[in-house]
Each structure stands twice: as C-alpha cells, then as structure tokens.
C-alpha cells in the first residue's frame, strides 16, 4: 500500500470508532416498539389470518371429521337403558351393619353372583353372549339406603327393561335361596323388588351429541394445525397485509411482478429475481 | 421496451444536460439489461413502486446513511431492490451509493455489461477512496461491484478495513446501500453488518417459502440488527 494511503488510514481508525459507537447508540436510540415485540408465540391475529386464509381448508377438515362423526353415530346401534330397584337389608338386631356390607360384598365376588348373571341372561332370554350380557348390565358396589339399583341397556327400550328386572328377579331368588346360610347363619337378609325397571322413552346414549362435537373440534384443530404447517412453508405471499402479518415486521415497499415487461434478459432473471 | 424510453426522470450524467427529457442515453445503457432498464426507469409503474419505497423509508426517518438489502434466500430481488431503490433516492435528489458485497457471487456489474475488474476490493489496497472505483449509472446513482474476487473473499467481511471503506463512502453520499448477501451468510459476520445504520429485507412475492422469512426475520431481531422493515418482491 502507497504511503500516502497508510497516512490517510491513521486518523481515520480512531474516528471510526467513535463513529461505530454513536451508531451503536442510534441503533439503540432507533430500536422501533414493533421489533422489541415477543415473537416466540403465535398471536391470536396471526392464526386468525392464517385460518382466513385456508379457510377452505380448515372447513373441509372440520366437515369431513363431522360426517364421519355422523356416520359412526348413525351406524352404531342405539342405547336405552333400564333400571331396576331392589331393596336389600339385614334382618334388625340379628347382625351389626358392618357383617352386613361383609355379606354382600363376598356375594357379589362369589360363584353365586355369576350364576345370578348366567340365571338373569337366560330369564331375560338374551340370545347374544353371556360376556356381551355381563358388558351391559350395571350393578354399583355398595347398597345405598339399601337399595340397589341395577341398569341394564340394550338395543330397545323393551330389551332393556326384560334385562333389568331378569336380573333383579334373579337376585331376589337367590338371596331367597341364601337365607340362613350367610355368615354361618348370623345374618339374615331380605331382598325384594322394589321398583321394576320399566321400557326407558328416551335414548340413553348421550354421546352421539358429543360425538359430533368432538369431532368438530377435532377436525377445526387438525385443519388449523394443517393450514399453519402449510402456512409456513408457502410460497405465496398475498400482499402487504400478509407479510407485515406473517413476518410481524413493517412492508415499506410492494414492487410489483415486472416479468412481462421484459422482451429479453441479459444473463439476468426476468422477473425480479436477481440477487 | 424501447431503451430510449426506458428510463422516466432518471438521468445519467453523459446525457443530463442533453435536453432529453431525463431519458437515459442510448450510448450510456449500452450492455445494460433490459431488466436494469426498467428497474432505473422512474416513469413506469415499477418505478412508481419504488419511489414509493423511497417515500416511506423517508417517512420513518430512514432515507440517510448505509442500508444493509439482503433476503432470505438466493434470486427474491435484493439487486433489483438495491437499483430501484438507489434510483428512486437518487431522483429524489439524493446522492446514492450502491455497492455489490456479494464477494462470493458478484453480479452487480453484470447488470451493466461491464467487468468486475475494479470495485470494492480495489479501495481495500488502492489509492483514493472507494468512491472512485464504481461508476454512475444515472444522476447522482453511483454503482460500485465488488471488484476482482478470489475463492475465499468473503472473510474479506471480517477486515475493518472494508467497514472502513464504506463508511468513507458514506462520507460522501448521502445513502449507500449495500447489496448483501443472504441473511445466513449476513448472520455469520454480524461485526461487519451491524456496523451500518440498518437492515432492508427483500422477500419476493411467489419464491420465498413464509416459514424462512419468518425465521430470519426472527434471527435478525434477535441479533439485534435494527431492521427498518421488509419489501415484498414480485408481487402478482
């Protein structure tokens, strides 16, 4: 390098860096509100834009989650169920409460509660499986009040009703047979049909409403989900509004698709492209 | 397009004073793309567009000192960006520098038919200051490629010296706009970038996917360069 340009360079290091430092603090200074903004999450406007943008899409998704919502729910066979009342107690002062419940939780884990069932599905005349039977009927833990109530569903109101009070009837006759030799014969126990379960209105099976609903949830999710995952690896920006959106960032400049002006490019893209 | 006609209110020096009307010259637009044209042109729609870009640059107080253009990827426009924008400033009056500092792919020059054979580089070890080793393309439009290059010339970005050379451009134009390369590479050498007053990034309209831009423009903001905003390239 020529002397002259080295005397030239000297000073002139120092003022650059003086120059770098004021424009670090401009940069500072100039720091807009816009770029100290969180970006990390997705705002509510960008993925409203997003959906508005795809929104044949996310409604696509949404219809077709909706109809195979439908169509499991009108190919699923309807649901009523029964109920059945029994009223259980031990006869009074023979036995404490507590040899009570002891009683009737060993009854239900026994042979004899499976015979119930078996004895209940034949009386009900259930002519599919003995474990489908099982899978219907309802029976809670404890006797609450001692009352026991037993829910039976099936295909119809009537099945429903049949398998009910089966089982009720069953159970009666069983304890019946039981009477005196429960607990080595400390405990009596009294066992009636209290209310009969009756054929039930109204459908019981209350998720094919929320199946639907589910589904449309689901499929708005997938579709929104779908069209962010598309969103981000478009190519198409549709104009300002979608990039200031898209990139959170001012657009200063729109500058439009020359392509068609150009009769021939020199070694240079026709469209803009260059650089 | 006829050439004579391609330049709107832009002038070149050769034929400033020549009573054309602000048309480039046939002679000084020999070897220029037809693409450079237009893109110098003032009077068209695209030159409309990018005064426009000019006026708001102005309108947020960003239409002085060194602008880094640079883009997500390769081929969104960021050249074109850089002659379009000069152009627009430099009608508006101002005087206006655009330097290639693409030292791995120069093609600025290209753009006017001419050699690579002086630029920026040649200020690294020349006599005078950068601003003699560029060209004018119009009034007041100054263009400066980036000058022989070797394989390798990009850790050029790390020498002071070149930071040096710019600012000294500086010095004597109002705005100089610096042609970048792409943000990663932009990234890579934040000494040398964020040395300069601010960061102009070019996304073209049909070719840049959204999820890219988007994370650059992240990236930017978080190594806090200050970007002034974004130009939509190639819009349909």
Not at chain 2, 25 to 53: D, I, N
Not at chain 2, 58 to 85: Q, W
């Given at each position: 390098?020529?002397?002259?340009?080295?005397?030239?360079?000297?000073?002139?290091?120092?003022?650059?860096?003086?120059?770098?430092?004021?424009?670090?603090?401009?940069?500072?200074?100039?720091?807009q509100g816009w770029q100290?903004e969180?970006?990390?999450?997705?705002?509510?406007?960008?993925?409203?834009?997003?959906?508005?943008?795809?929104?044949?899409?996310?409604?696509?998704?949404?219809?077709?989650?909706?109809?195979?919502?439908?169509?499991?729910?009108?190919?699923?066979?309807?649901?009523?169920?029964?109920?059945?009342?029994?009223?259980?107690?031990?006869?009074?002062?023979?036995?404490?409460?507590?040899?009570?419940?002891?009683?009737?939780?060993?009854?239900?884990?026994?042979?004899?509660?499976?015979?119930?069932?078996?004895?209940?599905?034949?009386?009900?005349?259930?002519?599919?499986?003995?474990?489908?039977?099982?899978?219907?009927?309802?029976?809670?833990?404890?006797?609450?009040?001692?009352?026991?109530?037993?829910?039976?569903?099936?295909?119809?109101?009537?099945?429903?009703?049949?398998?009910?009070?089966?089982?009720?009837?069953?159970?009666?006759?069983?304890?019946?047979?039981?009477?005196?030799?429960?607990?080595?014969?400390?405990?009596?126990?009294?066992?009636?049909?209290?209310?009969?379960?009756?054929?039930?209105?109204?459908?019981?099976?209350?998720?094919?409403?929320?199946?639907?609903?589910?589904?449309?949830?689901?499929?708005?999710?997938?579709?929104?989900?779908?069209?962010?995952?598309?969103?981000?690896?478009?190519?198409?920006?549709?104009?300002s509004r979608?990039a200031e959106l898209?990139l959170r960032a001012p657009v200063l400049g729109v500058?439009?698709?020359?392509?068609?002006?150009?009769?021939?490019?020199?070694?240079?893209?026709?469209?803009?492209?260059?650089? | 397009?006829?050439?004579?006609?391609?330049?709107?209110?832009?002038?070149?020096?050769?034929?400033?004073?020549?009573?054309?009307?602000?048309?480039?010259?046939?002679?000084?637009?020999?070897?220029?793309?037809?693409?450079?044209?237009?893109?110098?042109?003032?009077?068209?729609?695209?030159?409309?567009?990018?005064?426009?870009l000019?006026?708001n640059l102005?309108a947020v107080?960003r239409?002085?000192?060194?602008?880094?253009?640079?883009?997500?990827?390769?081929?969104?426009?960021?050249?074109?960006?850089?002659?379009?924008?000069?152009?627009?400033?430099?009608?508006?009056?101002?005087?206006?520098?655009?330097?290639?500092?693409?030292?791995?792919?120069?093609?600025?020059?290209?753009?006017?038919?001419?050699?690579?054979?002086?630029?920026?580089?040649?200020?690294?070890?020349?006599?005078?200051?950068?601003?003699?080793?560029?060209?004018?393309?119009?009034?007041?439009?100054?263009?400066?490629?980036?000058?022989?290059?070797?394989?390798?010339?990009?850790?050029?970005?790390?020498?002071?010296?070149?930071?040096?050379?710019?600012?000294?451009?500086?010095?004597?134009?109002?705005?100089?706009?610096?042609?970048?390369?792409?943000?990663?590479?932009?990234?890579?050498?934040?000494?040398?970038?964020?040395?300069?007053?601010g960061?102009l990034l070019?996304?073209?309209?049909?070719?840049?996917?959204?999820?890219?831009?988007?994370?650059?423009t992240?990236?930017?903001?978080?190594?806090?360069?200050?970007l002034f905003g974004v130009v939509l390239?190639?819009?349909?």
């Amino acid at each position: 390098m020529p002397p002259s340009t080295r005397r030239r360079d000297r000073p002139r290091t120092n003022r650059q860096s003086q120059w770098q430092g004021q424009r670090q603090g401009q940069r500072q200074s100039r720091w807009q509100g816009w770029q100290r903004e969180q970006r990390d999450d997705l705002t509510l406007s960008e993925a409203g834009h997003v959906l508005w943008e795809r929104r044949a899409l996310v409604t696509g998704c949404m219809i077709f989650f909706l109809a195979v919502a439908v169509f499991y729910g009108l190919s699923r066979e309807p649901v009523y169920t029964a109920e059945a009342t029994l009223s259980v107690r031990s006869e009074e002062g023979i036995a404490p409460a507590g040899s009570f419940d002891e009683v009737l939780s060993g009854l239900r884990d026994s042979a004899a509660m499976q015979e119930i069932r078996e004895g209940a599905s034949e009386k009900a005349g259930w002519e599919a499986s003995q474990a489908d039977f099982n899978e219907r009927l309802e029976v809670p833990e404890g006797v609450n009040n001692e009352e026991l109530k037993v829910r039976f569903s099936a295909p119809t109101p009537e099945e429903a009703a049949r398998g009910a009070n089966a089982y009720a009837e069953v159970f009666v006759e069983r304890v019946g047979e039981l009477e005196g030799r429960l607990a080595g014969g400390a405990v009596a126990v009294n066992a009636s049909v209290e209310k009969a379960a009756e054929p039930p209105e109204r459908r019981s099976d209350r998720r094919r409403f929320l199946v639907p609903l589910v589904a449309g949830v689901g499929g708005l999710l997938v579709g929104g989900g779908w069209a962010l995952f598309l969103e981000g690896r478009a190519r198409q920006w549709s104009g300002s509004r979608d990039a200031e959106l898209t990139l959170r960032a001012p657009v200063l400049g729109v500058i439009p698709d020359f392509s068609g002006n150009l009769v021939s490019s020199n070694g240079v893209s026709s469209d803009g492209g260059e650089g | 397009m006829n050439p004579e006609q391609g330049a709107g209110n832009v002038r070149v020096p050769d034929d400033a004073g020549s009573g054309a009307g602000g048309n480039l010259g046939v002679m000084a637009a020999e070897g220029w793309s037809e693409h450079t044209r237009l893109v110098l042109s003032s009077g068209s729609e695209l030159g409309r567009s990018f005064a426009a870009l000019a006026e708001n640059l102005g309108a947020v107080g960003r239409s002085a000192g060194s602008l880094v253009v640079t883009s997500p990827e390769s081929g969104t426009g960021g050249t074109t960006v850089c002659l379009g924008l000069g152009a627009a400033l430099a009608a508006s009056g101002k005087r206006v520098a655009v330097v290639d500092c693409n030292l791995d792919r120069p093609h600025l020059h290209r753009s006017f038919g001419r050699p690579n054979f002086t630029g920026l580089t040649s200020a690294l070890d020349g006599v005078g200051g950068a601003e003699s080793y560029g060209f004018d393309v119009a009034w007041n439009l100054r263009v400066m490629p980036t000058g022989p290059v070797l394989p390798g010339s990009w850790a050029l970005l790390n020498s002071p010296k070149l930071i040096g050379a710019i600012q000294a451009l500086e010095e004597q134009r109002d705005v100089v706009l610096l042609d970048a390369p792409v943000v990663g590479e932009v990234l890579a050498t934040p000494n040398f970038w964020g040395s300069f007053n601010g960061v102009l990034l070019v996304i073209h309209a049909t070719r840049t996917p959204k999820g890219v831009a988007r994370g650059f423009t992240d990236a930017l903001l978080d190594a806090r360069f200050n970007l002034f905003g974004v130009v939509l390239n190639g819009h349909v």
